[in-house]
Every structure is written in C-alpha cells, then in structure tokens.
C-alpha cells in the first residue's frame, strides 16, 4: 500500500496547479489517501470472500494496516505543509515519498535476504521505476 500511495502521490505532486493552496495540495493528499485505502479494503475484504467464502480475521487484519499505512504515508506527506509555503511543501513532501518507496525497497530487498550491495542495488531500480511509472501517469493523464 505504501508504495502504491506514494507513486500515486509523487503523480499528485507533478501535476498540482502551480497556484495550489496549502489547503487544495492537502485535500488532494489525504483524498487520495483515504479514497486509495477504502478502496483497497473493500478490494481485499471482497476477494477473501470470494475466495474463502468470509473474511477472516487474519484478512481484517490485513486490511485495517492498509488503511494505517496509507494514513501513516498522507500523514508524511503532509508534514512538510506544516512548515513552508506549498510549492517548497510540494518538493518536500515528494523528496519524503521517494525515501518511503526506498526504504521500502530496502527493507523489503534485505528482508528476502539480500546482501547491503543487493539490496541497495534492488532500491535504486525500484526507484528508477517508480519514476518512470509517475512520468508516464502524468504523461497519460495531462
């Protein structure tokens, strides 16, 4: 969920409106947030029904931390609206995105039982990825 919110925020970012409130650039953040989670729960919990006939409440479980990860990711993204003017915000909070999906990467990469190298090598293809699937949402999109 982290990693999907913060490609799709970093692509929120892109393309604000030069002009963008405070106010505008965090509902677009925490709409994003909220709207991504709900719809990742009622996703999850309905595949699990399909699946298995019911939600467990290993698959409850399982959703409510998507929703806590993708608060805890418009929470981070948010903070830098708290401190400066929107459009250094904006910068800000997309710097705070590309560490969240990296040290996504890394943990991620080391947890599989990649060496430091490896795993610092899987972070910066995951990155460079990432990168390219915002450019080409936007590009899509505008």
């Known amino acids: 969920m982290v990693l999907y919110l913060a490609i799709v925020l970093l692509s929120v970012h892109l393309a604000r409106a030069d002009d963008a409130s405070k106010a505008e650039d965090l509902a677009l953040i925490w709409g994003t947030a909220v709207g991504l989670g709900l719809a990742h729960l009622f996703a999850y919990d309905l595949t699990a029904v399909l699946a298995e006939g019911r939600a467990t409440s290993e698959d409850l479980l399982a959703?409510?931390?998507?929703?806590?990860?993708?608060?805890l990711t418009a929470f981070l993204a948010s903070i830098p609206y708290l401190l400066t003017d929107a459009a250094d915000?904006?910068?800000v909070s997309s710097l705070i995105l590309l560490g969240l999906i990296s040290m996504t990467a890394y943990l991620s990469a080391r947890k599989a039982g990649a060496n430091h190298p490896g795993a610092l090598l899987f972070t910066v293809v995951i990155v460079a990825v990432?990168?390219?699937?915002?450019?080409i949402k936007y590009s899509l999109t505008h």
Do not use: D, K, Y
Not at 63 to 71: K, P
Not at 130 to 135: D, E, L, Q, S, T
């Open 63 to 71: 959703g409510a931390g998507q929703i806590i990860a993708a608060v």
């Open 130 to 135: 990432a990168v390219v699937v915002v450019i």
């Open 89 to 91: 915000a904006s910068s």
